[in-house]
């Protein structure tokens, strides 16, 4: 795929935030500090239920739809996300577009640790750096974003969450990215329904693709899934899960929304 001005703006902005970071602790620094560490909560047994799993997203802002909650406490809201029942939480890392960070990270990791609730790192990742970063604050799970990366760097960073035991969640949003996170070792599969270059939104996307998907990973469904019917559509379509950010984060009733968006049948 071909980046768009949005998206290239945001991966140049992210490689001199990661270049400053290296250039304070090096690489070879994060590799003897995470071997400190204990194993993340493994992410993949979410999917042993029933029920179509939840990955709830936590964001201040998004390059989509702007401020979304700035001022956003993330200890009240990761703590109402767990009370509702979500299945994972997914944090968002990015600062320039998404007023992320790694702090956040390991806020809402060290609140999930304790609640045996594994936390997926959402972020542009296209440095194992990133994911030792990831892995040092906390992360069960990392996205892996297939139209970013050339195939060397996507089975580089595969292949390094898989040493870190970390589950790489490897999205894509067309059939030839699909092919290309197979061919790499790809386990779970994130249809994005976003396309990130104009970020027009459509369900379509995971219903042309979900069925070229083998049966035996695990599919999960983000982006521009707000009601209960939207869900029950991806279960229909074969997901094992759904990624919900904006529609949760606006709710009038965070709790209920999650229990109404939780409470679907895997239809796989």
Do not use: W
């Not at 001005?5 to 270049?19: A, T």
């Not at 069960?140 to 580089?156: G, M, P, R, T």
């Amino acid at each position: 795929m071909q980046l768009g001005s949005v998206l290239k703006q945001i991966i140049e902005d992210k490689k001199k935030l990661v270049d400053e970071s290296k250039y304070k602790v090096s690489l070879q620094e994060l590799k003897i500090k995470t071997t400190e560490i204990s194993k993340p909560i493994d992410f993949k047994n979410i999917f042993n239920s029933n029920e179509i799993s939840l990955i709830a997203e936590i964001k201040r802002s998004s390059a989509s739809a702007g401020d979304i909650l700035p001022e956003l406490d993330l200890y009240n809201i990761t703590n109402a996300y767990i009370e509702g029942g979500v299945s994972a939480i997914s944090i968002l890392t990015e600062k320039t577009r998404f007023g992320g960070s790694l702090s956040d990270l390991k806020e809402v990791a060290s609140i999930c640790k304790k609640n045996n609730v594994p936390v997926l790192q959402k972020d542009f990742i296209f440095d194992v750096y990133q994911l030792y970063e990831g892995a040092l604050n906390g992360a069960s799970a990392a996205l892996i974003i297939v139209s970013i990366l050339d195939e060397k760097e996507l089975n580089q960073l595969i292949k390094t969450c898989k040493d870190l035991s970390i589950t790489p969640l490897v999205e894509i949003f067309n059939e030839h990215e699909l092919h290309l996170a197979l061919n790499n070792g790809a386990d779970v599969i994130g249809i994005n329904n976003r396309n990130l270059n104009n970020l027009e939104t459509s369900l379509k996307v995971f219903e042309e693709l979900s069925p070229m998907v083998p049966k035996d990973k695990i599919l999960i469904s983000e982006s521009g899934i707000k009601t209960i019917e939207d869900v029950e559509l991806m279960s229909e379509q074969g997901a094992d899960g759904v990624l919900v950010g904006e529609s949760i984060l606006k709710s009038k009733n965070i709790n209920d929304h999650i229990k109404k968006l939780s409470n679907v049948k895997k239809c796989k």
